[in-house]
T-cell receptor, first 118, second 117 residues
Framework: DTGVSQDPRHKITKRGQNVTFRCDPI?????LYWYRQTLGQGPEFLTY????????KSRLLSDRFSAERPKGSFSTLEIQRTEQGDSAMYLC????????????????FGPGTRLTVL | AQTVTQSQPEMSVQEAETVTLSCTYD???????LFWYKQPPSRQMILVIR??????QNATENRFSVNFQKAAKSFSLKISDSQLGDTAMYFC??????????????FGKGTLLTVNP
C-alpha cells in the first residue's frame, strides 16, 4: 500500500493558463475526493467520485474546473483560465466504501499540489 | 448543512504534558462520523482518530483519545504525554453516515498546536 500520490507537488503558472493535476488513490479504494485548502483554513470539498462516476460537485467548483476519473482509477483536476484566486493547495483523498470495518469510509489524503497563480 | 467549529486557533503545551483540543459541530443527522486529522508543517494530512456517532465508547489510539458528547455535539481531542512531533495543525472533521449520501468531509478551521521542549 503506497498511499495516495499527487503530481505535481508544486505548480507555478501565469494567470490565464490552464493547469492539470493528477491523483493516484490507494489501490482498491473506490471513492476519490478533491479538496481545496487556502492558507490558514481547513480543506473545503470540491468534488467526489465513486468509481468512475462523479457524484457531487461543490458550488466552489466553477465552470473553469473539471475533474475526471476514467476507469475508476486515477483522477485529474483541470483548471482552465487560471485566476489569482485559484492559488491554493489542492488535496486529493481516497476511501474504501461499501464494506464493513473500522476503516470504511475513512479518507486518506495525498501530499497535495500547491498552485501559485502569478 | 453541517458546520464544525474549532474555537482555539492556537495552543501550546510543554513536552510530556497533556493537552485538550476542542471541537463542536452542528448537524441534524443521527448517523455520522467524526475525525481528527493532523497536518504537520509542510506535510500531508494524517488521520489521528475516528469516532462513529452510534458508538457510546470514546475512541482511543495510543496517546490520543476523544471525549465524544453526542447530546452536546462536542468532540474534543486529548493528547497525553505530548511529544515534539505532535506539533501540527489539528483539524476536526464531520462526515454524514452511509445511505446514499455524499461522503465529503466538513472541516473546522483548525487548531495550531505547538509542543515546547
Amino acid at each position: 500500500d503506497t498511499g495516495v500520490s499527487q503530481d505535481p507537488r508544486h505548480k507555478i503558472t501565469k494567470r490565464g493558463q490552464n493547469v492539470t493535476f493528477r491523483c493516484d488513490p490507494i489501490s482498491e479504494h473506490n471513492r476519490l475526493y478533491w479538496y481545496r485548502q487556502t492558507l490558514g483554513q481547513g480543506p473545503e470539498f470540491l468534488t467526489y467520485f465513486q468509481n468512475e462516476a462523479q457524484l457531487e460537485k461543490s458550488r466552489l467548483l466553477s465552470d473553469r474546473f473539471s475533474a475526471e476519473r476514467p476507469k475508476g482509477s486515477f483522477s485529474t483536476l483541470e483548471i482552465q483560465r487560471t485566476e489569482q484566486g485559484d492559488s491554493a493547495m489542492y488535496l486529493c483523498a481516497s476511501s474504501l466504501g461499501g464494506r464493513a470495518g473500522p476503516s470504511t469510509d475513512t479518507q486518506y489524503f495525498g501530499p497535495g499540489t500547491r498552485l501559485t497563480v502569478l | 448543512a453541517q458546520t464544525v467549529t474549532q474555537s482555539q486557533p492556537e495552543m501550546s503545551v510543554q513536552e510530556a504534558e497533556t493537552v485538550t483540543l476542542s471541537c463542536t459541530y452542528d448537524t441534524s443527522e443521527n448517523n455520522y462520523y467524526l475525525f481528527w486529522y493532523k497536518q504537520p508543517p509542510s506535510r500531508q494530512m494524517i488521520l489521528v482518530i475516528r469516532q462513529e456517532a452510534y458508538k457510546q465508547q470514546n475512541a482511543t489510539e495510543n496517546r490520543f483519545s476523544v471525549n465524544f458528547q453526542k447530546a452536546a455535539k462536542s468532540f474534543s481531542l486529548k493528547i497525553s504525554d505530548s511529544q515534539l512531533g505532535d506539533t501540527a495543525m489539528y483539524f476536526c472533521a464531520f462526515m454524514k453516515g452511509s445511505g446514499g449520501s455524499n461522503y465529503k468531509l466538513t472541516f473546522g478551521k483548525g487548531t495550531l498546536l505547538t509542543v515546547n521542549p
